[in-house]
């Protein structure tokens, strides 16, 4: 009897040595397939893939790339705590004086009222900054909080030191060098994103209505949402960046949590530095990069 107990024992310790092989495989499968993808690019190309039970495939995830309004998703995180601890609903309105609406930067919200003194719920400046990526918005968010330090200050005590929001867009665009401050690598990011899809906006109406945002993003269509079928679900936010001094492009980022059809699930980050690409080209990258993860978990 003893034996043939060790003998079940054996054969179920080989069966699950055989499923974690099979699983490692089929990580280092999709890793190969993005590495032949992003190799001999004119551009640097950071990758984070994070499936549903944890598996994580990367390509350079630990290296630091610029964000740009990738950022207004971690902001908009410290946004929600601070109004959280500070008893201030989303519905709330907030004096803006019209000196914080910058006339020469991307802003719907601008075109829409133009510049002049407003009152606005935070929910609309959210809804502008995040579905719509507006930069006027995003700063009047900062304003309201204290600064990007304090966004910084809450990633960094949330768990995710590897992100960091340190200018604002007004300083941004003043200054493109500071695009590279305001960075993240794409294994953190995807690590911030499976939380917040797991368990943060589960945890406060607030958090909730940024994953309403997210879903409803309307910038990047050509990026994470190419690679996608009718069914699927994507929350996600983009990043968009000028030519810096070489004549490349910053960077042009998507990263977002996915819920595909048949129900698997998984958080991706890409993103694309120092491009000598155009921005058409540049995006049909992060387009064809989420339609080879999208496939191997269909």
């Given at each position: 009897m003893k034996s043939l107990i060790c003998f079940l024992l054996v054969i179920t310790f080989l069966l699950l040595g055989l499923e974690g092989c099979n699983k490692n495989t089929n990580d280092l499968s999709l890793e190969k397939k993005l590495t032949e993808f992003v190799k001999d690019k004119d551009a640097r190309i950071g990758v984070a893939v994070i499936s549903q039970d944890g598996h994580t495939i990367s390509i350079n995830g630990n290296e630091s790339f610029p964000m740009?309004?990738?950022?207004?998703?971690?902001?908009?995180?410290?946004?929600?705590?601070?109004?959280?601890k500070h008893h201030i609903s989303f519905s709330d309105t907030i004096l803006i004086d019209?000196?914080?609406?910058?006339?020469?930067?991307?802003?719907?919200?601008?075109?829409?009222?133009?510049?002049?003194?407003?009152?606005?719920?935070?929910?609309?400046?959210?809804?502008?900054?995040?579905?719509?990526?507006?930069?006027?918005?995003?700063?009047?968010?900062?304003?309201l909080i204290g600064g990007a330090e304090v966004s910084n200050i809450y990633i960094s005590e949330l768990g995710f030191p590897e992100i960091h929001l340190k200018s604002t867009e007004d300083e941004m665009h003043k200054?493109?060098?500071?695009?590279?401050?305001?960075?993240?690598?794409?294994?953190?990011?995807?690590?911030?994103?499976?939380?917040?899809?797991?368990?943060?906006?589960?945890?406060?109406?607030?958090?909730?209505?940024?994953?309403?945002?997210?879903e409803t993003c309307q910038t990047g269509l050509e990026r994470l949402p190419k690679g996608l079928n009718n069914g699927d679900l994507l929350g996600h936010k983009t990043g968009t960046g000028d030519i810096n001094s070489d004549g490349k492009i910053i960077a042009i980022n998507d990263v977002g949590y996915i819920q595909l059809s048949n129900g698997q699930k998984y958080c991706i980050a890409v993103f694309i530095s120092d491009s000598g690409y155009d921005m058409e080209t540049t995006s049909h990258f992060i387009g064809e990069i989420s339609n080879i993860v999208a496939n191997f978990y269909r």
């Open positions: 740009l309004s990738v950022y207004k998703f971690p902001q908009a995180l410290a946004v929600a705590d601070f109004c959280i019209k000196s914080q609406i910058h006339p020469d930067t991307y802003s719907p919200l601008r075109e829409n009222y133009g510049i002049a003194d407003l009152r606005l719920p935070i929910s609309e400046l959210l809804k502008y900054s995040i579905q719509q990526s507006d930069n006027n918005a995003c700063d009047i968010l900062f304003n200054d493109h060098n500071l695009c590279y401050q305001n960075s993240s690598t794409p294994l953190e990011m995807c690590r911030l994103l499976s939380y917040f899809n797991k368990e943060l906006k589960h945890s406060h109406p607030e958090f909730k209505y940024i994953s309403n945002l997210l």
